[in-house]
């Protein structure tokens, strides 16, 4: 399985970017579908997560300008960031928990893509 994330880029405070990600792979179906960011010498953390099939969650630093949203039959996931800040200039990462499935047995695993760069220039 694989997450590829597109959609990084440099922006002025107040614009706006579209994050998107997609698996792809031996998928049998995908559970949920989320956006990570880590900014220089801090943790990585939470920014939304997709559950299919249930509510979306952001985390109340983007709630309100973030919209994360996702296609189930495409196995994507995009992340609108709007009225972007300075203080959300971060490396964005995709995170996904994806069921896989052979002949014997299925399994939940979380995957990672690489992460794409945001910067905000005030």
């Known amino acids: 399985v694989q997450l590829q994330a597109s959609g990084g880029g440099l922006v002025q405070s107040g614009g706006s970017l579209r994050l998107s990600c997609a698996a792809s792979?031996?998928?049998?179906?995908?559970?949920?579908m989320a956006w990570y960011r880590q900014a220089p010498g801090k943790q990585r953390e939470l920014v939304a997560r997709?559950?299919?099939?249930?509510?979306?969650r952001y985390s109340d630093s983007v709630k309100g300008r973030f919209t994360i949203s996702g296609d189930n039959a495409k196995n994507t996931v995009h992340l609108q960031a709007d009225r972007l800040r300075p203080e959300d200039t971060a490396v964005y990462y995709c995170?996904?928990?994806?069921?896989?499935?052979?002949?014997?047995?299925?399994?939940?695993?979380?995957?990672w893509g690489q992460g794409t760069q945001v910067t905000v220039s005030s």
């Open positions: 995170n996904a928990d994806i069921v896989t499935s052979t002949i014997s047995s299925t399994q939940l695993n979380t995957y």
């Open positions: 792979g031996s998928i049998f179906s995908v559970v949920a």
């Open positions: 997709f559950n299919f099939g249930g509510n979306p």
